[in-house]
């Protein structure tokens, strides 16, 4: 059974509470039980961090002139997408824009809502889009990308479970392309690198994984929607290596590695899932951070993929909730280790812009 991590495990609970205890719990005591159950809710529904805290690392001021020649202006989406911009030409990670609520996502069937696509196409002033590329499978990155693609007339790369969900969605074969590891791809200005990856390490609750099942790895057929967000199988994982003349980037969705990845390249900005990074063992986080940031060795540090996605893109975005993550101590290493080396980090609330070079 696959899904994304606080999907996985609210779901779980919650079904772990209507099937079993409710059936078994003596009648008398219902009541507190449903009063305790409430408030254990409630605390593991909260953000599991205080942006506030983080103050000093937002830029608060977006540019808003012309983006000058050579430079690459990037504009945060939530989540990992991710909009960069050389003032002739826009590329984009995942585009996951119709963000359905938790309770929506859990327990009914889910789709992109073209309205709120368009809502953030047009407040982002996504105009001159060329290309869409799709880190892995699951719903929170790649269920609007093929609607994004439809009303930009821009590319979509991914892999092979992504090209069934933008066909499901009615994108053209000539609309797509797959993914091809290693091999530049040349869009404007941008050379993009796909680099094979790992998805975040699976976990277990009440005996079940959220780890991919060997014998169902991807989307095999068209995915017609609305669907299950368990339907979105991840279908492999990848980063992105971006060059602009003579800046690099490097886009790292998940909070895992293949080691030695980048022993080859360096990057100036990377882009950092932190995705339940504190939640895995010491050892994990700091092989995380060596083959990631000590590799790369970039100069300024963006951390992604730290945002509550059940809420909408047109509110401020919040920390993931307390059920399946932990930012505030996730936020806590990544600035001890960035601070020792002298690292420059910097958040992006949703639309948020800065220039990168």
Not at 328 to 350: C, D, H
Request: glycine share 6%; proline share 7%; charged share 20%.
């Amino acid at each position: 059974m696959v899904c994304h991590e606080y999907f996985f495990r609210i779901f779980l609970i919650v079904m772990l509470v209507k099937t079993r205890f409710l059936k078994k719990i003596n009648p008398s005591l219902l009541i507190p039980f449903l009063l305790l159950l409430l408030f254990f809710s409630h605390c593991a529904f909260r953000p599991s961090g205080t942006l506030s805290q983080y103050d000093s690392y937002f830029p608060h001021e977006s540019p808003s002139n012309l983006i000058p020649k050579g430079k690459v202006r990037v504009t945060f989406l939530g989540t990992t997408s991710i909009l960069l911009d050389d003032g002739e030409t826009q590329i984009l990670t995942d585009g996951f824009f119709s963000r359905p609520s938790l309770w929506k996502t859990a327990f009914s069937k889910i789709e992109s809502d073209p309205s709120t696509v368009q809502s953030v196409i047009d407040k982002a002033k996504i105009e001159r889009l060329r290309a869409i590329f799709v880190c892995h499978s699951h719903y929170d990155h790649v269920m609007d990308a093929p609607l994004v693609a439809k009303q930009t007339k821009a590319k979509l790369f991914g892999s092979f479970s992504t090209l069934n969900v933008g066909l499901g969605s009615g994108l053209s074969l000539e609309q797509m392309e797959k993914f091809q590891p290693g091999k530049p791809i040349a869009i404007g200005k941008f050379t993009i690198t796909v680099l094979e990856s790992k998805h975040t390490p699976p976990f277990r609750i009440f005996g079940k994984t959220n780890a991919t099942d060997p014998n169902h790895p991807n989307i095999d057929s068209p995915l017609i929607t609305p669907v299950k967000a368990t339907d979105y199988i991840e279908g492999g994982t990848f980063d992105f290596f971006i060059q602009h003349g003579k800046n690099k980037i490097l886009i790292k969705s998940s909070t895992n590695f293949v080691e030695g990845a980048f022993d080859k390249i360096k990057a100036d900005v990377l882009f950092l899932g932190i995705a339940q990074l504190s939640l895995q063992p010491i050892p994990f986080q700091e092989q995380f951070y060596q083959q990631t940031v000590k590799t790369l060795k970039p100069k300024l540090l963006i951390p992604i993929h730290w945002d509550n996605f059940f809420k909408p893109l047109s509110e401020p975005l919040e920390p993931n909730l307390q059920l399946g993550d932990d930012f505030e101590s996730s936020m806590k290493y990544i600035l001890k280790r960035t601070q020792e080396e002298k690292l420059e980090v910097q958040l992006l609330q949703g639309f948020e812009t800065i220039d990168l070079f």
